[in-house]
């Protein structure tokens, strides 16, 4: 049965850091893309980043050189090192993933990232 499933999220101090994982289970083959988006209360889900099969990867602009996404093809996982983290980072983070060019997105169940002062 296919699954996605990210963790790694929880409190973390702001300046702190986090690393969030996630494994995407029972697709054959290389996923496409990969990546992460966010939604905090009261707000639309946003893109953090993504990585492709070919290891492109894409921002968000608010990310600044703060966080850094990396996957490991052969196991279709994909990780987001999240360093010097803010209160506005706060959101539930979730895993996306696309097994090819011309797929629907596909979505973890989320994991939450609390920042605190």
């Known amino acids: 049965q296919a699954q996605i499933v990210e963790s790694g999220g929880g409190l973390v101090q702001a300046g702190g850091s986090l690393t969030l994982s996630c494994s995407a289970s029972?697709?054959?083959?290389?996923?496409?893309?990969m990546g992460w988006y966010r939604q905090a209360p009261g707000k639309q889900r946003e893109l953090v980043a993504t990585?492709?099969?070919?290891?492109?990867?894409n921002y968000a602009d608010f990310v600044q050189g703060r966080f850094s996404i990396g996957r490991h093809n052969a196991q279709n996982s994909v990780y987001l090192q999240m360093n010097s983290l803010r209160l506005e980072d706060t959101a539930v983070y979730y895993c996306?993933?696309?097994?090819?060019?011309?797929?629907?997105?596909?979505w973890g169940q989320g994991t939450q990232v609390t920042v605190s002062s």
């Open positions: 996306y993933i696309r097994r090819h060019r011309f797929a629907v997105g596909l």
């Open positions: 029972g697709y054959a083959g290389t996923l496409d893309t």
């Open positions: 990585i492709s099969n070919r290891d492109t990867t």
